[in-house]
């Protein structure tokens, strides 16, 4: 059987059946996307994904990102959440790489409990 390689970005796969795709087709194996979020979401189906691993803009000036108010930013996050909770399958898992905030010595995390707001945990250093 013949073997085909197909590269996406950096990731590379040598086989005969997986199929990559950088926007969502329901025959993609694997789907990497990059843009926003929301855009891609909106043409998954509901309860259709088993894993979803997003890593959000940190919101804190990095040379990659734009810095927005932080209502704002919150009000983005509260609907990029829900999109991926109404995506995911029943017993399904999200990955949400968060960054921290230090402020004078206490690092405080932002966490999401839906239907709650966002919620500040503190821990002390």
């Known amino acids: ?34 843009g926003d979020c929301r855009e891609l979401l909106s043409h998954v189906p509901a309860e259709s994904a088993q894993l979803i691993v997003t890593s959000p803009p940190y919101n804190i000036g990095k040379k990659y990102e734009q810095r927005i108010g932080l209502a704002e930013y919150l009000d983005r996050e509260r609907e ?16 949400w790489q968060v960054g921290n905030h230090v402020d ?9 409990n839906p239907p709650r707001p966002f919620v500040r945990i503190n821990f002390d250093s």
């Open 104 to 112: 004078q010595g206490d690092t405080c995390h932002w966490i999401s």
């Open 1 to 34: 059987m013949a073997q085909q390689q197909l590269a996406l970005g950096d990731l590379h796969y040598t086989g005969s059946r997986l199929a990559l795709g950088d926007h969502f087709r329901p025959d993609n194996d694997v789907t990497l996307f990059h």
């Open 80 to 95: 990029v959440i829900s999109l991926c909770i109404e995506r995911l399958r029943p017993g399904g898992s999200i990955c």
